[in-house]
Every structure is written in C-alpha cells, then in structure tokens.
C-alpha cells in the first residue's frame, strides 16, 4: 500500500505571496491533518478535514487555510506568507473510523517551504 | 502551555543495551498515546501506541509503559540498534467529549536518540 505524499517537497517564496500545497492520503483513509514543524514550536497542529469538512483547527490565523475533496486528497493554502510561515508542513491521514485509533496517523515526508 | 513534556533532549546508549525514552503529560483528557520516530527529511514514522485503558503494550523491540496516575508513559527498546537513532517524538490525544478531540494530535519537543556501535 502507497504512503502518504506530498508534493511539492521543496518551495521557495517570497513575503506577501501565496502557497498551495498538496497531500494524498493513504488509500482509503479518509482522515487528513496537517501539522507545521520549526525549530522553536516543535510540531504543531493546524487543521483535520473529514470527509470534505473540516472538523477541528489549531490556534494559527486565518491565512492557513484547508480544504478536502471527495478523494480524501487534500491542499493546504498559505497566503500573504510571512518570514515566519518558514517551516516544515507535515500531513498525516488515517483511516477515521471509529474508537481511539481514529488518531493513529501516518505521515507524509512533508513540504520544505522557505520564506524570504 | 506545553501540555506534553520530553525533558531529555537527547539520550546515547550502547548497541545491545536498552534504551528509555520518557514522556510527562499534564492534560487528564489525553486518552491515547503515540511514539514516532523521524529520521532527518523524513515525517514521522509511527512505531506504537497504548490506550489509557491499559498500561503496557509490546510490539517486538517495543514496549510502551503508561502510568495514569503519574501522567507518565516511557518507550523501551531491547535491543537497541543502530538504525535506531532518530528523534522519537511521544504524542497524545483525546477523543473524550471536551478533549482535544478528532485528527489532533499534541506532540512533545523530542528526544534525539543515538545508539553507539
């Protein structure tokens, strides 16, 4: 069974503009989450989409966005990117069904995105 | 408010020999509990996990211990490998109604763990 993807794995951008990235899921999993990871704040959760809808969201600000298509495929979108957005994206999926391993996640290899 | 704690940023063990890596969480909420490993430019690999409902589970060279009471889970590995060295991450989450709820998952700083041929 294919792993979790990313693409792209590598993005460079300058401020001000926008990022759209892009993950596949593990097939037939129909959770999707992504995380941010820098140096200083560790692995931080942004947001889980279940199902097209997004059921929960981390503490991060309005310029983080999601959304999931009827695939389970996903994209995350960054606009007006700071230096700070610096970091690496993160996606995990899992299968969403029902009980506690509903958040036992497996990760993509990330998208490297560096703001300058 | 870093509600899981790896206060070892790093560990180094001898090939053979057992490695611990420990985890404090301060969130009664969190129900179930995850390790993963990463290797540099990779994700996170995930490796076990443990219900609140039990305190202990074994999957080969690993074994995860949680006591409840003491907010506190560690990860053993026997025997330690070379190809073990990584960063381990321990993680949690909760699906109890008021919890951290679905996808979420809260994971602490890290250990970087190097086993010595």
């Known amino acids: 069974k294919a792993g979790v993807t990313q693409t792209p794995r590598y993005l460079i951008k300058t401020r001000g503009q926008q990022v759209t990235l892009s993950c596949s899921p593990i097939s037939g999993h129909r959770s999707v989450s992504w995380y941010q990871q820098t140096p200083g704040q560790g692995l931080q959760f942004l947001f889980e989409?279940?199902?097209?809808?997004?059921?929960n969201k981390g503490n991060f600000p309005g310029r983080f966005s999601g959304r999931q298509f009827s695939n389970s495929r996903s994209e995350m979108n960054v606009s007006t990117l700071e230096l700070g957005d610096s970091a690496l994206y993160l996606c995990a999926s899992s299968w969403g069904g029902r009980g506690q391993s509903y958040n036992e996640q497996f990760f993509g290899p990330g998208t490297r995105l560096t703001v300058l | 408010d870093q509600q899981v704690k790896q206060n070892s940023p790093s560990l180094s063990v001898q090939e053979g020999r057992i490695s611990i890596l420990n985890c404090d969480y301060t969130?009664?909420?969190?129900?179930?509990f995850l390790w993963y490993k990463k290797y540099p430019a990779e994700g996170p690999t995930f490796l076990i996990s443990i219900s609140s409902i039990k305190d202990k589970n074994e999957d080969g060279r690993f074994t995860v211990f949680l006591n409840k009471s003491a907010k506190h889970l560690s990860l053993h590995i026997v025997p330690s490998q070379p190809g073990d060295s990584a960063v381990y991450f321990c993680a949690a989450s909760s699906l109890l109604p008021g919890g951290t709820s679905y996808g979420k998952l809260t994971f602490g700083q890290g250990t970087i763990l190097t086993v010595h041929p």
């Open positions: 989409y279940f199902s097209e809808t997004q059921r």
């Open positions: 969130n009664s909420m969190f129900d179930y």
